[in-house]
């Protein structure tokens, strides 16, 4: 009984370093984006799962979605201008009513709004990914290689001019 009691504690004792070797930086610590669009929280505003929705029926026309989080608690922001180009030339982003605003602590859902809109010719397709930056009033600018997608799926009901 002794020497199997003594080849469980060895055999425990092995296992201690190899267990414990793991860290605090293991994978599953890493932020995982699950989903199609990109993402950043390298501002004050956050913006997430960033993606252009097109009808794959009106060439060169989308929307732009994305969740935006402002991170800060005590004042609101706006999302005041969104910039991009393609290959052949910069495309045309409409913000609805000028801006978007994101209030303190909380977030704004544009897939819910269609609040931007961008016609961007035939640098609009599917399966291409298009540079867009999202400028704030307070925020700093995030820049992001943006994934097109066609309305189909999850993002059926996206509202696509």
Known sequence: MNVRRSIAVAAALLAVPALSSCGFDVQT?????PTVGVYSKASAVE??????????NSAGKGTVIATLV?????????????????ESGPATFTIQGGSVEIPAGGLVDLSETGAVSVDGGKDLMPGLLIPVTFTFERAAQVTLKVPVVTNEGPYAEVPVP
């Open 29 to 33: 610590n890493q932020a995982y984006n």
């Open 47 to 56: 913006v997430l799962n960033a993606l252009v929705v097109v009808d794959s």
């Open 70 to 86: 402002n991170s800060d608690l005590a004042q609101a922001d706006k999302l005041t201008g969104v910039s991009g180009s393609g």
